[in-house]
């Protein structure tokens, strides 16, 4: 078996045994065989929208004998049943692409997801706030040096507005190693742009965005003694 990566092994650390998990966007398969051999889930489906990763997701199956993982190429969860993606994953992709999947399940008020942005993490905490998804649980984690959120969300019916620190740093607490490095991270992204415009008359909204981004997320570190 392939060992799981931390990115890969956090994401399975948010689902609970007992449920049906989809994984969308397999690519490898190595997900849903590491849950597969782990034993207690209800099912396990996983889909893809390329056919290669498909092969690829079964062959990866039949070396590990693994034959009860429903494998299905399709776009996001289209041919899924509900009942099959109690627990969907949907990891790897930029923040768009995961918004548009989400945006495009018929049942996506009804499931949890557990979303892993590769890039454009703020455009879908946009997306779930404009929407009414809360961020249950959000976590960083570090794969090949780079920094990455991993979130729990779901349904709750109330869209919320996120200020512009919130919209960079989520829901992560500065409560652990790799957690303050992600909200550092993110602050010195927002100085850099702030530092860009300080002078571009014709941008000083954006200035004056990044600027309170900056002071936001820096007041909630040293609320939280992270500095
Ligand atoms: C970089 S891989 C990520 C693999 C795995 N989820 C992970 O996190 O390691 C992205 C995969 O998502 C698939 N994909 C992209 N858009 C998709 C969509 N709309 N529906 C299903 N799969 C999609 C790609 O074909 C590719 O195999």
């Not at 509900?82 to 995961?98: F, L, R």
């Not at 979303?115 to 249950?136: C, D, H, V, W």
């Amino acid at each position: 078996m392939h060992s799981l990566s931390d990115r890969l092994s956090l994401i399975m650390s948010f689902i609970p045994k007992g449920v049906s998990v989809c994984d969308v966007g397999t690519d490898h398969g190595y997900l849903p065989a590491a849950l597969y051999l782990s034993g207690g889930f209800l099912s396990i489906t996983a889909t893809d929208i390329s056919h290669s990763p498909i092969e690829n997701a079964k062959k990866n199956f039949n070396k590990l004998g693994i034959k009860d993982v429903n494998l299905i190429c399709s776009d996001g969860l289209r041919g899924v049943a509900k009942q099959d993606a109690e627990y969907t994953v949907i990891a790897g992709m930029g923040g768009d692409v995961i918004s548009g999947i989400i945006d495009r399940c018929s049942y996506k008020n009804e499931i949890k997801f557990i979303l892993q942005p590769m890039t454009a993490a703020k455009t879908l905490r946009e997306y779930l706030a404009k929407n009414g998804f809360s961020i249950e649980k959000e976590t960083a984690v570090k794969e090949n040096n780079k920094l990455y959120s991993v979130m729990l969300c779901s349904f709750s019916g109330s869209p919320y507005s996120l200020s512009m620190g919130e919209k960079y740093i989520g829901a992560i607490k500065p409560d652990s190693e790799v957690n303050i490095q992600y909200i550092k991270k993110q602050y010195n992204i927002c100085k850099k742009c702030a530092d860009s415009l300080v002078n571009v008359k014709e941008k000083a909204a954006e200035y004056k965005a990044y600027k309170d981004a900056c002071t936001q997320i820096a007041e909630f570190l040293e609320g939280h003694n992270g500095v």
